[in-house]
């Protein structure tokens, strides 16, 4: 029988010159990538986060590296970093078997969640000399995040206000009860007025006052009386209490219709990953990033569910980051409105917007539709409409509106002359009486005009074949293939930091895969 032949079991021998842990790592492996990027950057915004005295600390490059790194390989936890850099090669190559504990990592996070965004700024620089993207095209769109908030700790506006309103009847009711001083105030303001809690404060300071002064009572009348009115000062400064919650929670909520009490900067928002499917809205941050070359380029969070006030505040940070706006910018139709349409024709973007009824007009049928606004005769000198019979609709008045930005819109209400006796009234209009009006908004049927010059033309129909495969592939991949479907931190500022070593692992990553299908 031959005899059998291992290699020699040298797991529990002193080896006096280990192995180079760099023979080991391929030479076009991510993880190069990112070492020789993050050498390139500038870490001066770090430094200054460090003190000279005490202990001194892992350098701040070999932990931007270390959680970078996690980042990419979808790592998101702190003590799994941790478990990492102990464990996994390309780690303790990257850091030079730096072994820095959950903590340090986690307060590493911390103290740079503001200057991370600098950094994230520098890779697109470095990008866009690589020439990778040229920050002249910006595909814009958003998704919802949801936040880490417990979904059932809301705070509703509607419902504050609303008791708020019952709260304000109970406290007039109970101050023309308490004290003929007090209740001689309270008739004195206006009934629209509302009361607040430092007035509260100060009536129960004085009935507090009063009832200190009074002798005590020794008929069982008097007594009475005094319980009585120390029942109504235990009440008068319970409804202070509740009439100050009430005012935190709309401080707190601002513009805003909701918040979670856990982290009071998300906003409750109906969310498409629904797995009990009835709608339910949970908290949560509406992320809008741009891309370009499926490289994320910009990115900001937002309160709000959609997507139409989000346009120019992220449009501004992109101002801020680089200094200038994009030339193009393409967006869907959730962007569409005459206040995104004149702010980026008045700093020169050419915008490549859909608005809500482009897809619409391109059918048939909307074109052969004579009965629509859009298809019927306008004559701008005499500023009237022409009806599928012939009949002008002139103008009769004109509104004003005002968007939640606080933009203004102006929109004229044109109607027909007499509709009675007309054999097209019932295609014409649903009103079974009365004539036919149309509102009208000259300046977004404007926009929208140019709008579609450019939809239409060979570049916009080139921006519109890739605007799908651009940040919408760029949310499924990070949703799918790096897991980031819900945020591990409370509070706008972490969550941005957060998503900012995202943004920048997600971009190396991006670039490593590219080099690789390059040499292949």
């Not at 482009?358 to 009237?384: C, L, S, V, W």
Request: with cysteine; aromatic share 10%.
């Amino acid at each position: 029988m031959a005899k059998l032949h291992f290699i020699s079991d040298m797991s529990k021998q002193i080896v006096l010159f280990p192995q180079k842990i760099d023979e080991k790592i391929a030479e076009d492996a991510p993880v190069r990538v990112l070492d020789r990027l993050i050498d390139c950057i500038d870490l001066s915004c770090f430094y200054k986060l460090y003190h000279e005295l005490g202990r001194s600390p892992y350098h701040p490059r070999v932990m931007l590296k270390a959680v970078l790194f996690a980042y990419m390989n979808n790592i998101y936890s702190c003590r799994k970093i941790e478990n990492s850099l102990c464990r996994d090669i390309h780690f303790m190559w990257l850091t030079g078997c730096a072994y820095p504990d959950h903590k340090t990592i986690n307060s590493f996070r911390n103290r740079v969640k503001k200057e991370i965004n600098q950094i994230f700024t520098q890779t697109v620089l470095l990008l866009a000399d690589k020439g990778l993207v040229s920050l002249d095209v910006e595909y814009v769109d958003g998704t919802k995040i949801e936040s880490k908030a417990n979904k059932y700790t809301f705070v509703w506006k509607g419902s504050v206000e609303k008791n708020r309103a019952k709260l304000q009847s109970k406290i007039k009711v109970l101050l023309s009860q308490i004290d003929d001083v007090i209740a001689q105030d309270q008739h004195q303001m206006d009934d629209s007025v509302s009361f607040t809690a430092d007035q509260l404060g100060a009536w129960a300071s004085e009935l507090r006052t009063s009832l200190s002064q009074e002798p005590e009572g020794t008929t069982k009348e008097a007594k009475q009386a005094r319980k009585h009115k120390e029942k109504q000062l235990k009440e008068l400064e319970k409804h202070k209490e509740k009439l100050e919650e009430y005012d935190a929670h709309l401080a707190t909520m601002g513009e805003r219709h909701s918040y979670s009490k856990t982290d009071k900067d998300a906003t409750f928002m109906r969310m498409k990953e629904d797995a009990m499917n009835n709608g339910q809205t949970k908290p949560g941050y509406n992320l809008q990033i741009g891309t370009e070359n499926q490289f994320i380029t910009d990115f900001a969070m937002f309160p709000n569910p959609t997507d139409t006030l989000t346009l120019i505040p992220f449009a501004k940070s992109y101002f801020e980051r680089y200094g200038r706006y994009p030339g193009e910018v393409s967006a869907d139709a959730g962007y569409g409105s005459e206040e995104n349409y004149r702010f980026m024709e008045e700093h020169g973007i050419e915008a490549y917007v859909k608005y809500n009824y482009f897809h619409k007009e391109q059918h048939k049928a909307f074109k052969k539709d004579i009965f629509r606004q859009e298809n019927m005769p306008y004559n701008k000198e005499g500023d009237y409409f022409v009806c599928p019979m012939g009949q002008h609709l002139t103008k009769i008045k004109e509104r004003r509106s005002k968007t939640d930005s606080g933009y203004q819109s102006r929109l004229h209400i044109y109607e027909a002359q007499d509709c009675e006796g007309c054999p097209l009234r019932s295609q014409c209009t649903k009103k079974e009486k009365g004539n036919r009006q149309i509102r009208v908004n000259h300046r977004l049927q404007e926009y929208k005009r140019r709008a579609r010059e450019r939809l239409t033309s060979e570049r916009g129909l080139l921006h519109r074949s890739r605007r799908p495969i651009e940040p919408e592939a760029v949310f499924g991949q990070m949703k799918q293939d790096m897991h980031y479907k819900r945020f591990r931190h409370f509070g706008k500022d972490k969550v941005t930091m957060d998503f900012a070593f995202f943004a920048i692992a997600f971009n190396i990553k991006k670039l490593a895969y590219k080099r690789i299908k390059q040499a292949v």
